[in-house]
């Protein structure tokens, strides 16, 4: 049975941990703030001007989601390819909250060092524990960024379908509010470099 330690050391945490975990940062801030554009677009058709967006991310992507449904409505594929978009974008943000909330520091396993994070998993009854390497922390911020293009046109798309949609250019909450987009050819459609898997529902 492999015998694993982990000891935190400040003094140890490399440029490249540092740099990795910064664009990690970087990359997600980015995206949030795209996030926060998206539904500043759909927002003041569902309410009035005195409403701000809620701070959360949690409840700020779930809001998007839910006005979206109603942009989509006519288009259950597009409200589907968008699901899983926003599936993805709160995986990541996850992924990017542990690393953020990681402990720099030096894993042994086997008499062998690795450089890693420890990331606690306190909800648990008995907290757990996992390992993030310099190299993981690197592919999520190679990850964060492709999601991030994506994200550019999933705003365009959005915006593009809002165009579309059969509301008045009145905003603010009922009886205006927001209604569907009207099908039809349009350009640009959500991206489909990542389509959800044919299990996958919305």
Known sequence: ?????FHYNPQSVTDRMKIAVGNVTIQWAVIDHLV???LWHLWFYE???AER??????????????????????EPDEFRTYSWFDQRIRSANGRRDDITHGIPGVMSKNGKEYEVLHIQ???????????????????????????YL???NVFYA???ALVASSQNTVTGPAPYGLKPAIPGNRSPRLPRENLPPPTFQA
Not at 1 to 5: E, P, Y
Not at 53 to 74: C, G, M, V
């Open 1 to 5: 049975m492999s015998q694993i330690g």
């Open 158 to 160: 959005i915006s593009t």
């Open 53 to 74: 967006p809620p701070r959360s991310f949690d409840r700020r992507i779930a809001e998007l989601k839910r006005l979206t449904k109603i942009l989509y409505q006519n």
């Open 121 to 147: 998993f306190p909800s648990q009854i008995m907290p757990k524990y996992s390992h993030s390497s310099v190299e993981s922390v690197e592919q999520l911020a190679e990850e964060l960024k492709a999601l």
């Open 150 to 152: 994506e994200a550019v």
């Open 47 to 49: 309410h009035s001007q």
């Open 36 to 38: 926060t554009q998206m």
